[in-house]
């Protein structure tokens, strides 16, 4: 079936509460490449060094990481709604915040801030959306993939535009929008139920007890030190005005979100679910390391290039963790993510120091291994994954028995 068939149970088709989480969620995911096209000029504004300029990064996902154990706690006693709202809340106040900033150490610590508001946003974003979506948890996955591919491809656009006159721009932008996104929410998603039993603050970690959970965190770990190795320190090798580097990162997420939504469904019924991550890991490793040892214009074709792989990543990843383990999906999730967000936050901090203390090619041959690595996770924890690789392995697999990468 076509995900996006407009008849009963088709990705396009469904109430409004789900389409304004969506929309709420593109922005919210806009904010995350949003800096992308003007750190050089963050970094000129600010009279800041480049290591300094990624900490905008690291503070936002170190504490996005820390407080998905929290979005359970608070979800499961306020509702999903409030919780929501108070997600939006803080990253309209912080974003406005961000953009008034004096120093590179204020903007550090509103983007922290910031970094809070998304993780209570982005983390019920997706329970909301799996909970209300019509055709199941699939066409949820895929509308939270659509958000999140464009998102990402509309954030440096948007920081492109506004910061070509001003680094504070996209700041005020962003608050704006999901202030218009806090209004939407407030209009036409109604209160969810509450779960029967209310999460406790361990309640992720204790679910990272499942092996299969475990296995896909880490090796999501590895490889969100891959992607945000691209994310955060590429602009800084590319060297260009925040227009040019808007564009090239605009067609990036605008090849995220081709691959993460239409794409990867396809490759997965194809070839199964485990195969085709291992196989996009290692192709994303050779992307990147060709990026870090290629000439100016092959680094901005590897660049964009790289968006095919991260959006097929992202989609198998978001379906592993939702699907291979028996505990709630909003649990499991938050879990999830509380491992992986660490090595965003790393990334954006170890690649301009990696550079300094050796040269400009060592943080991509750094992230190719790390991409190898979580490669290297599936294939040898491809037992513990094939609960949901099961339901996606290729169709003539399943007629012979045979699992993904059964030896």
Known sequence: MDPFDAG?????????AV????????????????????????AQGLHATASQVSLLFT?????????????????????????????????????GLAGTSDSVGQLVG????????????????????????????????????????????????????????????PFFGTAVLMAIGFLCITAFLREQPRPARKTSVLDPVRALGHGGLASAAASAFFYNYTFFT?????????????????????????????????????????????????GSLV???????????????TAVVCTILSGAFIGVNNTVYTELALGVSDAPRPVASAGYNFVRWFAAAAAPYFAPKIEEWTDIHMPFVVAAVTAVLGAVVVVVRRRALTHEAAELE???AA????????N
């Open 8 to 16: 009963a149970g088709g990705i396009l088709r469904q109430p409004k």
């Open 399 to 406: 007629e012979d028995g045979v699992g993904v990468f059964a």
């Open 283 to 297: 192709l994303l490793a050779a992307d990147v390391l060709v990026l870090g040892y290629g000439d100016h214009t």
């Open 110 to 169: 509103f983007r922290a801030g910031w970094g809070l508001g998304n993780a209570l946003f982005v983390s019920t974003a997706l329970a909301v959306i799996v909970g209300a979506a019509a055709g199941g948890s699939a066409a949820a996955i895929l509308l939270y993939e659509s958000a999140l591919g464009l998102g990402m491809a509309c954030g440096p656009l948007l920081g492109a535009l506004l910061g070509n006159a001003s680094w504070r721009y």
């Open 394 to 396: 290729p169709a003539h």
């Open 59 to 95: 503070s936002y996902f170190l504490i996005t990481a820390v407080a998905m154990l929290l979005t359970g706690f608070v979800s499961s006693r306020i509702g999903g709604k409030k919780t929501l709202l108070a997600g939006l809340a803080l990253v309209v106040v912080f974003a």
């Open 19 to 42: 389409w304004a989480t969506a929309g709420a969620s593109v922005v919210a995911f806009m904010g995350i490449g949003l800096v992308d096209p003007i750190l050089p000029s963050i």
């Open 230 to 278: 691209v994310l955060a320190f590429t602009p800084f090798v590319l060297d260009m005005t925040p227009y040019k580097s808007g564009g090239v990162f605009f067609a990036w997420g605008v090849l995220l979100a081709l691959f993460s939504v239409i794409v990867a469904p396809r490759l997965q019924a194809r070839f199964g679910s485990l195969k085709v991550l291992g």
